[in-house]
């Protein structure tokens, strides 16, 4: 069984630009997850997704940030304009089910973004 | 703010030795408590959790950990480490009330296993 894919693994790219990464969850999970890491701190919550809705985007920066999931299967996060700030490792995490002792996160390996 | 601590940036550690890597936490509430790992160029690893029960959890790769409610912890442990351990540890929890299905991360604490 395939895990949690994410591409890409790393892109670079000017401060202004636009971005857009992709998540593939594990097959058959309908929680999906956003993390992000920046600069050697804790890993932060982005937003959580119960099939195609966003059951919890609290943790989204600002209006920068727009996360898809069309489908409920792979999900996108663009970011437009990026920003310096922005740098940093995205992960992307699926589970069967969400709340309980049931639910373990499943991770990719994460995508680096550097904007320079 | 519910957080959790990894006080340490770095553990370094000799094979063969016991190892341990501390995690505390301030949570509202019980939580869930997880440990991850992440190898050089991979994702994070799911390692073991603790739900109720048994202060001492089995996980993978021989790694256990301890639940201490009263110091609110969950240190990581391990009776004889490999070089093959090293990599990027991190703890994290997810509390059980207010319909919470987000971790709640330390900052990692990177192992080093010498030979």
């Known amino acids: 069984e395939a895990g949690v894919t994410q591409f890409p693994s790393h892109s670079v790219i000017e401060k202004g630009q636009t971005v857009t990464l992709r998540c593939d969850p594990i097959?058959?999970?309908?929680?999906l997850y956003w993390y992000r890491r920046v600069m050697g701190k804790e890993i932060k919550f982005l937003l959580h997704f119960v099939k195609e809705s966003k059951q919890d985007e609290s943790g989204m920066p600002n209006n920068r940030f727009l996360a898809e999931r069309t489908g409920g299967t792979y999900s996108t996060l663009k970011v437009q304009p990026a920003e310096l700030e922005d740098s940093g490792v995205y992960f992307c995490a699926s589970s069967q089910v969400a709340g309980g002792p049931g639910n373990i996160q499943y991770f990719g390996a994460g995508t680096r973004l550097s904007v320079l | 703010a519910q957080s959790v601590a990894q006080p340490e940036d770095q553990v370094n550690v000799a094979e063969g030795n016991p190892l341990t890597v501390k995690c505390t936490y301030s949570v509202s509430g019980n939580p869930y408590l997880f440990w991850y790992v992440q190898y050089p160029n991979r994702g994070l690893q799911f390692l073991l959790k603790y739900i109720t029960g048994d202060n001492l959890v089995k996980g993978s790769y021989g790694f256990e950990a301890e639940f201490n409610k009263s110091q609110t912890s969950f240190h990581l442990k391990k009776p004889s480490a490999l070089v093959s351990d090293s990599a990027l540890y991190f703890c994290a929890v997810r509390p059980i009330s207010g319909g919470y299905n987000k971790l709640i991360f330390g900052a990692g604490t990177r192992l080093a296993v010498h030979p």
């Open positions: 097959s058959g999970h309908d929680n």
